[in-house]
């Protein structure tokens, strides 16, 4: 069974620019969740989505958005890049939502910096 | 105070000895806890999960659950020198859905 497959793998972008990521769940899954990754801050929560529908947010300025298509598949974007955005974007498959024992499998991830 | 909070490390443990990682948390409504590894440059690897108090054991890793004491462990018996990463101890609410709330993470060495 494939994993969590994330593209592209790593993203060089200048200030101001904007960015999407993509994400494709584990087969069957129907929940996406990102994260963000840096040395300061560690791994923080952006957002959950399933069924295309954003179940839960993080603390991140709106320039932060998503969507999940039909099939699952999510992507993130991040308009107005800021050095700080600087970071690697997890995202984590899981077979559905709402219920606090979901185990969550992550993709390898998109390493994005910002010039 | 962090939500989730561990320590950072590094800890070193000898080859075939067991590594005991910590963690503990604020909120005493958290439901599910979560121990991920994550070698340097690569993605989080789930390891175990558990919900109840007591120990659930998979293998060389058992995980610790206190919910009275809010602390969770990870321990590893006979640790490898592969299992040199950063574990991470992640924390589910109860009330906000899927969402993870992650500690710093233990960086371990397992020296041969």
């Known amino acids: 069974k494939a994993g969590v497959t994330q593209t592209p793998r790593y993203l060089i972008k200048t200030r101001g620019q904007q960015v999407t990521l993509s994400c494709s769940p584990i087969s069957g899954h129907r929940s996406v969740s990102w994260y963000q990754q840096t040395p300061g801050q560690g791994l923080q929560f952006l957002f959950e989505y399933f069924s295309e529908t954003q179940r839960n947010k993080g603390n991140f300025p709106g320039r932060f958005s998503g969507r999940q298509f039909s099939n699952s598949r999510s992507e993130m974007n991040v308009s107005t890049l800021e050095l700080g955005d600087s970071a690697l974007y997890l995202c984590a498959s899981s077979l559905t939502a709402g219920l606090t024992y979901n185990e969550q499998f992550f993709g390898p991830g998109t390493r994005l910096t910002v010039l | 105070?962090?939500?989730?909070?561990?320590?950072?490390?590094?800890?070193?443990?000898?080859?075939?000895?067991?590594?005991?990682?910590?963690?503990?948390?604020?909120?005493?409504?958290?439901?599910?806890?979560?121990?991920?590894?994550q070698y340097s440059g690569k993605s989080p690897e789930l390891i175990m999960f558990i919900y109840s108090n007591g120990d659930k054991?998979?293998?060389?890793?058992?995980?610790?659950?206190?919910?009275?004491?809010?602390?969770?462990?990870?321990?590893?018996?006979?640790?490898?020198?592969?299992?040199?990463?950063?574990?991470?101890?992640?924390?589910?609410?109860g009330n906000q859905g899927g969402k993870l709330i992650f500690g710093q993470g233990t960086e371990l060495s397992v020296k041969p």
Do not use: H
């Open chain 2, 1 to 37: 105070q962090k939500e989730v909070e561990q320590n950072s490390g590094p800890l070193s443990v000898p080859e075939g000895a067991i590594a005991s990682l910590n963690c503990t948390y604020s909120d005493r409504g958290s439901q599910s806890f979560f121990w991920y590894r």
């Open chain 2, 57 to 93: 054991e998979d293998g060389r890793f058992t995980a610790q659950l206190n919910k009275a004491s809010q602390y969770v462990s990870l321990l590893i018996r006979d640790s490898q020198p592969s299992d040199s990463a950063t574990y991470l101890c992640a924390v589910n609410m």
